[in-house]
């Protein structure tokens, strides 16, 4: 638990020492992706409660999910629907909940609060 | 039994024991080893997260910059044509009052020039006589009734109230103009072609007292009616002598000279 503190931590650092700066055209790309890499870490860390995790899968996972969100940003900036990003958002910020809820309850279990 | 004799079955519960101890400590290794992986993906994933985020949040940040820059420039871009706007306005407010100024000053000039050439049209009626005309002045009722006086009494008279000022003279109704004379005929005396008859009425506008005056100062006019034998004369102050219009008279050989 600790360790994945740490990489977060890392993970900050790093964008804070290298000053990368998204271009403005890009902001909602990688802001949905973000959402969408965010969801897969839940995703990963509630498996790997759950006795279920693949590191195959879970980096699969990962890259498809925020593939995926960039994707659909892009298609609907091309057919008009530039509201369809907010589709990802819904579905990616209900799944971040729906995977911080179940962690928490395995994480309550493991630790026998219950 | 020594006790350095194990029996077989104390070495077989043995082996079974470092047996399970080793497969043990193997999935010990394995379970290690599979819980490296995990953490390490999940370490990756996460650092990736955190970067990404900071990344996001840098790059939000100075779009709302540039958006906060951009609507500084709108608003000076504005106030700029804003400014420019009102200065042109100010510039026709100015034009157009320089223009008020200047029409005012016309129509004074016309008003002005209309007060005059109506005073000077007054003055020239008065003169010719061409419309009736009121004012104070002087009545002077003159009796003669053997019939003494002659034309050139009345040219005197009308010269006299002409040198008291008078304005506007009438001899029984009959204007006295610039081209009026007195003549005579069959012992009467005629004014423009009508016979005086009577008791004569002279009515001259002017001022009352320099009239009255010139009519009656000693050695004038009335002193020397008054030695012809039976004539009176009587001279009067009025407040509102009326005079008629001449009558019309057409000029056939004259002709203004224009210019100068």
Known sequence: MLVLLLAIALGVTLG????????????????????AAMDSSLGGIRAAL??????????????????????????????GVRELYLAAVVAFGMRIFDN??????????RWRWE | ????????????????????????????????FHEGRLLASLAVGLLLVGFLLVAQWRGNQSFTR????????????????????????RDEVMRLEVRILDAERETKDT????????E??????????????????????????????????FVALVHELRAGGAEAISVNGRRVTATSGFSEADGHVVLDG?????????????????????????????SRFASFPGVTTEVERDGSVSVGAALERRMTYGRPVEGD
């Open chain 2, 111 to 118: 008003s002005e020039l209309l007060n005059e050439a109506a």
């Open chain 2, 120 to 153: 000077e049209l007054d003055a020239l009626k008065l003169m010719t006589g061409l419309d009736p005309a009121v004012g104070p002045g002087v009545l002077v009722r003159i009796e003669d009734p053997e019939h003494v006086l002659l034309a050139q009494d």
């Open chain 1, 50 to 79: 759950e006795q279920t995790f693949h590191d195959r899968a879970f980096a699969f996972g990962f890259l498809t999910n925020t593939l995926m969100a960039a994707f659909i940003v892009f298609i609907g900036e091309r057919i």
């Open chain 1, 100 to 109: 911080l809820s179940q962690v928490r309850r395995l994480l309550f279990q």
């Open chain 2, 194 to 222: 009508m016979r005086l008859t009577g008791g004569y009425v002279v009515e001259a506008i002017g001022d009352a007292g320099s009239l009255e005056q010139a009519l009656t100062m000693p050695g004038g006019l009335e």
């Open chain 2, 1 to 32: 039994m020594s006790p350095g004799i194990k029996p077989r079955q104390t070495l077989l519960q043995l082996r079974d024991k470092s047996v399970r101890r080793l497969v043990e400590s193997e999935r010990a290794v394995e379970r290690s």
């Open chain 1, 16 to 35: 804070l020492l290298t000053s990368v700066s998204v271009p403005v055209e890009l902001l909602t790309y990688l802001g949905v992706a973000v959402l």
């Open chain 2, 66 to 89: 540039e958006i906060e820059r951009q609507s500084d420039q709108d608003l000076a871009i504005i106030i700029q044509e804003i400014t420019g706007v009102n200065v042109g306005l």
